[in-house]
């Protein structure tokens, strides 16, 4: 049996592949190795093979959360493309719907607006596969997907055997869990399952949201919400379209950063010394933490919306997002995300993490 998926994994791997398609910033060098694998045996088989070879190994998604080095990545790309998807009843209340690692994640929302399941409704439109959706503890308009992840299968490629991880386990956080910070790189996740509520009402918490919403009312459905969060998301150029320059990024570069009170109080300091305004959006996080805006630090910082800096700039729709443009490279982008850290940290003492995960040598 070992030999036959070593056999398989061997059969499925190509030379000097382009990883710029493959990703929603559309730049980026060459793979020297490419491998698209689905299933969880031939994802140990191919760590296997590039241990043998001592070269690195990078495990590719969606492609929404990476910034690809122009000169490419120089071991193995593992493209995780396990599909699958189940949903069975787990009571009255809930069901289980169980996704493989790379299936996309808004065709997992889509079946279950359509399903008429709720709790990932507000998560509509957000591109990329379904097993980076633990890593990065994607949410947006309110939700998370902590709140609906029950467990989730993966690789231990410390041990080369699968295993269920609890949701307890995962130790997410503000737009992150374990597998991005203490055990970066050591799970490859095969599949996910979430908790949904069938016939439940729809979670409007996002002020935005609930504007746009506001004719529905209490009649809102599942259905109302996503079309209402997609039509948010357009607007923003943060649902990607071909035709649509401003959609050609990473989504968010930053996250919006969490402080304590002590910073937020001497942010207003500075800018009531700089302007005599002292109103900065800011939001309760847990630990009696608050949460600013970055496109808020970004454009009080001087890159307002449409800034161009050569061939990259920031979406003339959203100040998170940094595009990029025809010819322009990975260099470029990361070098304009540096000069925004270092003005809005001269500006405001707050220091911006990037969300997208820079893959090769710089």
């Not at 809930?94 to 399903?115: C, F, P, Q, Y």
């Not at 947006?140 to 993966?154: D, F, N, P």
Request: glycine share 10%; charged share 25%; aromatic share 6%.
């Amino acid at each position: 049996m070992e030999e036959f998926v070593t056999d398989a994994f061997e059969s499925a791997v190509r030379e000097n592949v382009p990883l710029a398609p493959l990703t929603t910033l559309q730049i980026g060098g060459r793979a020297r190795f490419f491998a698209e694998l689905q299933s969880s045996e031939q994802i140990i088989a191919g760590f296997r093979w590039s241990a043998e070879r001592r070269i690195p190994e990078f495990v590719l998604g969606g492609g929404s959360n990476i910034v690809v080095s122009d000169h490419g990545f120089p071991g193995l790309v593992i493209r995780n493309a396990i599909k699958g998807i189940q949903i069975q009843d787990e009571s009255a209340e809930s069901r289980l719907l169980t996704a493989g690692a790379g299936e996309k994640w808004d065709d997992i929302v889509k079946l279950a607006v359509a399903n008429n399941l709720a709790g990932i409704e507000c998560l509509s439109g957000i591109p990329g596969s379904v097993g980076a959706t633990p890593i990065q503890n994607v949410g947006a308009y309110g939700q998370e997907v902590s709140e609906t992840i029950v467990h989730l299968t993966a690789v231990d490629l410390l041990t080369g055997t699968t295993l269920v991880i609890d949701s307890k386990e995962c130790r997410f956080g503000y737009r992150t869990s374990r597998f991005k910070t203490t055990d970066s790189g050591r799970f490859v996740i095969t599949s996910v399952t979430y908790r949904l509520h069938p016939s439940g009402r729809p979670s409007v918490r996002y002020a935005e949201l609930t504007r746009l919403l506001d004719e529905r009312g209490d009649k809102a459905t599942l259905s109302d919400v996503r079309h209402a969060v997609l039509s948010i998301r357009s607007r923003k150029g943060m649902v990607i379209d071909p035709a649509d320059p401003d959609s050609i990024s990473v989504g968010s570069f930053f996250v919006n950063p969490v402080v304590d009170l002590d910073t937020l109080r001497e942010i207003e300091h500075r800018l009531k010394m700089d302007s005599g305004d002292t109103t900065i959006p800011s939001f309760a996080a847990t630990g009696g933490r608050v949460k600013l805006s970055a496109a808020w630090l970004i454009e009080r910082a001087g890159f307002v919306k449409g800034y161009r800096s050569g061939r990259v700039g920031l979406s003339s729709k959203h100040s998170l997002a940094i595009v990029a443009r025809q010819g322009s490279t990975a260099r470029e982008i990361m070098e304009l995300a540096a000069r925004i850290q270092d003005k809005v940290w001269s500006d405001f003492g707050v220091r911006l993490v990037p969300e997208p995960t820079f893959v090769g040598p710089k």
